[in-house]
């Protein structure tokens, strides 16, 4: 596939999932404030949008921010869990603009896909699940292969490297989509082109040092192929 901005022939694709194809970011962010209010914590509404693609490190630092015991964090997470959970099964979870026009042209292509995301095994089968998509993808990897396979959470590189490896392909064939600063960083770090699709925060000047290129959805996307 060629893509307007990119010389290399693009054969494979690599998506992250929470707040790239689907809406879960926004899902996670309004469970949160839920979560809080439930509490009676106080938390700024826009604090959670800091844990919006953050790193193992950055979450634990807000965690021991605004809650006194592991207990209460925990009680905290699980409910917050719990809401998104349940407002997938209420069908609240959609997919995010030109996802499904996208993965249905680059299935038509014949494209190598897959998905590289920090989230939970079993939350990552529910939401593909949930949004019809799971037959697009040729394989995905989750938080599980990241605890099997001993390997570092994103930004560090080494789940798209892991990605890559699967997907038998150069690297130069490659193009991952990823909606954080984490995300982003995590595919420079592997060697990868990035195109960034911002959901819940701007795109930051690094960001665009380290995207190939930034696009408001994947509508915007498509007209350049």
């Not at 209420?90 to 299935?107: I, S």
Request: with cysteine; proline share 3%.
């Amino acid at each position: 596939m060629q893509v307007k901005g990119i010389n290399d022939d693009i054969q494979g694709i690599i998506f992250d999932m929470d707040g790239l194809l689907v809406n879960s970011e926004e899902l996670y962010w309004k469970a949160n404030i839920q979560a809080a209010e439930e509490e009676k914590l106080g938390t700024p509404r826009d604090a959670y949008l800091k844990l919006t693609g953050a790193t193992v490190k950055e979450m634990q630092d807000f965690y021991h921010k605004y809650f006194k015991t592991d207990a209460d964090r925990d009680r905290f997470i699980k409910r917050t869990d719990d809401l998104v959970w349940q407002w997938t099964d209420e069908g609240k979870l959609k997919l995010r603009p030109g996802v499904q026009e996208a993965l249905d042209e680059f299935k038509n292509r014949g494209l190598k896909m897959a998905i590289a995301s920090s989230n939970y095994e079993d939350v990552l089968q529910h939401f593909l699940w949930a949004t019809g998509i799971r037959n697009y993808f040729d394989f995905h990897l989750s938080y599980l292969d990241v605890q099997k396979g001993h390997i570092k959470a994103k930004p560090a590189p080494d789940i798209y490297l892991a990605a890559t490896k699967k997907m038998n392909l150069a690297k130069e064939n490659i193009l991952v989509f990823e909606d954080s600063s984490t995300g982003v960083q995590a595919a420079k770090n592997a060697g990868l082109k990035c195109v960034m699709v911002p959901d819940l925060m701007a795109p930051t000047d690094q960001d665009k040092q380290n995207a190939i290129m930034i696009c408001q959805n994947f509508f915007d996307f498509l007209k350049k192929i």
